[in-house]
């Protein structure tokens, strides 16, 4: 009865069988992974064999989903400029404007990229001087949840509004940055539908299928957000499979929670807010840090491109 539950979660991790209440369940992956040891050393102290047996395999497959993520991977050369991309989740526009622009100044952003962003967030942002330090704009601010911004040090060209149909209407703002000394890179804020219910999960899966694709073959591309997935989503690894890099998972900094109990919420971290970069984009550091007033936390990384 021990044994059971984690072999079962392990197979519907390892195979991407993720369905239904499964999908919100699958977030706690690496809690999981960390309780499967308990039904082992449990049959082995009994000396239930076959029991240890499965719960062994358990064990190894979930562990060995979850243990790279907490392990540094090799980095790309990358001899151009380094871009500070900043990304944060604004919890219906209510997030402390101050906190963020302070933390903008502080690890002297580049890219900022926002969701949940409202008008009245847009106005509170240039009240507080995100305008000076960070010029350069495309804003999509809308009442609720749906809207989506990015703010740049650098020039934008290419700009737009990705709408997704999923059926929640999320929007995803875009753009060309141009990055002295590097290559033109495409900028986007992602923010798929959360699948805070079983009716969203057609919406959430959709979604997360009809974010744009790595061009490894092309031009760069960076994708900022809250993409309400974690690495244990099948949705989320095929979409980094076409070229993408996870960069705190590329720091071995994976595990660090960005959403949960930051509200006040009784929920254990899990980390669902990302920085997906182009193969060839290196990454030198992330950090996650407080934002007052969101349930978020925002994810910085340093990204050294390559030169142009």
Same mark, same amino acid.
Do not use: C
């Given at each position: 009865?021990?044994?059971?539950?984690?072999?079962?979660?392990?197979?519907?991790?390892?195979?991407?069988?993720?369905?239904?209440?499964?999908?919100?369940?699958?977030?706690?992956?690496?809690?999981?992974?960390?309780?499967?040891?308990?039904?082992?050393?449990?049959?082995?102290?009994?000396?239930?064999?076959?029991?240890?047996?499965?719960?062994?395999?358990?064990? !190894?497959?979930?562990?060995?989903?979850?243990?790279?993520?907490?392990?540094?991977?090799?980095?790309?050369?990358?001899?151009?400029?380094?871009?500070?991309?900043?990304?944060?989740?604004?919890?219906?526009?209510?997030?402390?404007?101050?906190?963020?622009?302070?933390?903008?100044?502080?690890?002297?952003?580049?890219?900022?990229?926002?969701?949940?962003?409202?008008?009245?967030?847009?106005?509170?942002?240039?009240?507080?001087?995100?305008?000076?330090?960070?010029?350069?704009?495309? %804003?999509?601010?809308?009442?609720?949840?749906?809207?989506?911004?990015?703010?740049?040090?650098?020039?934008?060209?290419?700009?737009?509004?990705?709408?997704?149909?999923?059926?929640?209407?999320?929007?995803?703002?875009?753009?060309?940055?141009?990055?002295?000394?590097?290559?033109?890179?495409?900028?986007?804020?992602?923010?798929?539908?959360?699948?805070? !219910?079983?009716?969203?999960?057609?919406?959430?899966?959709?979604?997360?299928?009809?974010?744009?694709?790595?061009?490894?073959?092309?031009?760069?591309?960076?994708?900022?957000?809250?993409?309400?997935?974690?690495?244990?989503?099948?949705?989320?690894?095929?979409?980094?499979?076409?070229?993408?890099?996870?960069?705190?998972?590329?720091?071995?900094?994976?595990?660090?929670?960005?959403?949960?109990?930051?509200?006040?919420?009784?929920?254990?971290?899990?980390?669902?807010?990302?920085? %997906?970069?182009?193969?060839?984009?290196?990454?030198?550091?992330?950090?996650?840090?407080?934002?007052?007033?969101?349930?978020?936390?925002?994810?910085?990384?340093?990204?050294?491109?390559?030169?142009?």
């Amino acid at each position: 009865m021990l044994v059971a539950p984690g072999f079962g979660w392990a197979v519907i991790r390892i195979g991407g069988l993720e369905r239904g209440g499964l999908v919100q369940l699958l977030a706690f992956t690496p809690y999981v992974a960390g309780w499967a040891l308990v039904p082992l050393v449990l049959a082995l102290a009994l000396r239930r064999w076959a029991a240890a047996g499965v719960a062994l395999l358990a064990a !190894a497959a979930l562990i060995a989903a979850v243990l790279p993520r907490a392990l540094p991977d090799d980095q790309p050369p990358a001899g151009g400029p380094t871009v500070r991309v900043l990304t944060a989740n604004l919890l219906v526009g209510g997030a402390d404007p101050d906190a963020l622009v302070a933390l903008v100044r502080e690890l002297r952003v580049d890219l900022l990229a926002v969701q949940e962003f409202t008008p009245d967030a847009q106005a509170a942002l240039d009240r507080a001087g995100l305008a000076g330090l960070l010029p350069h704009r495309q %804003l999509n601010p809308i009442p609720g949840v749906a809207g989506s911004g990015l703010y740049s040090r650098y020039p934008l060209s290419a700009v737009g509004i990705r709408q997704h149909v999923g059926g929640f209407n999320f929007t995803q703002a875009y753009a060309t940055v141009g990055v002295p000394g590097a290559p033109p890179v495409l900028v986007e804020s992602a923010h798929p539908t959360a699948p805070y !219910a079983l009716s969203a999960l057609g919406a959430w899966r959709a979604d997360l299928y009809a974010e744009p694709p790595a061009t490894p073959d092309g031009p760069l591309r960076i994708l900022a957000g809250d993409f309400n997935s974690t690495l244990d989503h099948k949705p989320l690894r095929d979409l980094i499979a076409t070229g993408y890099v996870d960069a705190a998972d590329s720091l071995g900094a994976g595990l660090t929670g960005t959403w949960g109990p930051y509200d006040g919420d009784l929920i254990p971290p899990v980390t669902i807010d990302h920085v %997906l970069v182009d193969r060839r984009i290196a990454v030198r550091a992330v950090s996650v840090h407080a934002l007052p007033r969101s349930d978020h936390r925002p994810v910085y990384a340093e990204l050294p491109l390559p030169a142009g």
